[in-house]
């Protein structure tokens, strides 16, 4: 299979595509999830669901004029507390959290949770991935789909379903003896693709199944012709990092999720 080769340059770009990967995680919140507008973000709160990340996050957390650190906190505290909720994670407006929040956040004993943002340089494909399996639309066996995330998925699989709704995503599952054993996907925003997902069942790994279904997806994005092709890694993501990076990402960047030390 020939692919086009996709150039990105990411000099001068982190910012935007940091930018970016913030935006498309708070829009697939919003799959599971309805906001709540406050003066210091947009909170999203599952109080029946206290275990998953995304739903249960305040985006765009921001520093308004004339308030200081200790009252943003303490309003989104006040909200999640009335909702019966807990919030297992703040992210900043901006790329970074201004110098004000993050003394307040390290004093009230919050943690940072890196995540990385790598960009797709010059695409490379490598040897050895698997033609002979089965690739599908995750919608095409949903109930599979849910499955694999429940057993292997880093979002809990009721939101992983969910997600499905956001019409920008494109999911995509790897099928061996008719049963999913990878899934991957992208996100499409503006001239920008983002890699949201990249999982595996342990007892496949290493025989090219996930490689083949980044061929197609690196494909879609070639198609698409995204000026940029980017992805958010986590911790403990380190399977899709050695995936993404063999296939030509670097990363560019990076920007920090604060938890409670406590529950809030």
Request: hydrophobic content about 45%; aromatic content about 6%; glycine content about 8%.
């Amino acid at each position: 299979m020939e692919l086009p080769v996709i150039h990105t340059d990411p000099a001068g770009e982190p910012g935007h595509l940091i930018r970016t990967v913030k935006r498309v995680l708070a829009d697939l919140a919003c799959c599971s999830a309805e906001p709540v507008e406050l003066a210091v973000g947009r909170a999203f709160a599952r109080p029946d669901r206290p275990d998953a990340d995304l739903v249960n996050w305040t985006f765009d957390l921001r520093l308004p004029d004339h308030v200081d650190a200790a009252r943003v906190l303490d309003d989104v505290q006040a909200h999640y507390a009335s909702v019966g909720g807990r919030c297992r994670g703040v992210v900043s407006t901006d790329v970074d959290f201004d110098a004000e929040l993050i003394a307040e956040l390290t004093r009230r004993g919050w943690r940072a949770r890196p995540v990385d943002v790598l960009v797709l340089k010059t695409l490379t494909i490598p040897s050895g991935w698997n033609e002979q399996v089965q690739v599908l639309p995750a919608r095409a066996v949903i109930e599979q789909y849910q499955l694999l995330y429940e057993q292997v998925g880093p979002t809990p699989a009721d939101c992983a379903v969910e997600q499905l709704d956001e019409a920008r995503l494109d999911s995509f599952v790897a099928r061996v003896d008719r049963k999913v054993v990878s899934e991957a996907s992208v996100v499409s925003v503006g001239d920008v693709g983002v890699i949201r997902s990249v999982i595996e069942r342990p007892e496949v790994v290493g025989r090219g199944i996930a490689d083949r279904l980044l061929v197609d997806l690196f494909g879609l994005c070639g198609r698409a012709q995204f000026r940029a092709v980017c992805a958010p890694v986590e911790p403990g993501e380190d399977y899709k990092r050695t995936l993404l990076e063999r296939f030509g990402m670097v990363r560019c960047g990076g920007f920090a999720v604060y938890e409670p030390g406590t529950v809030v």
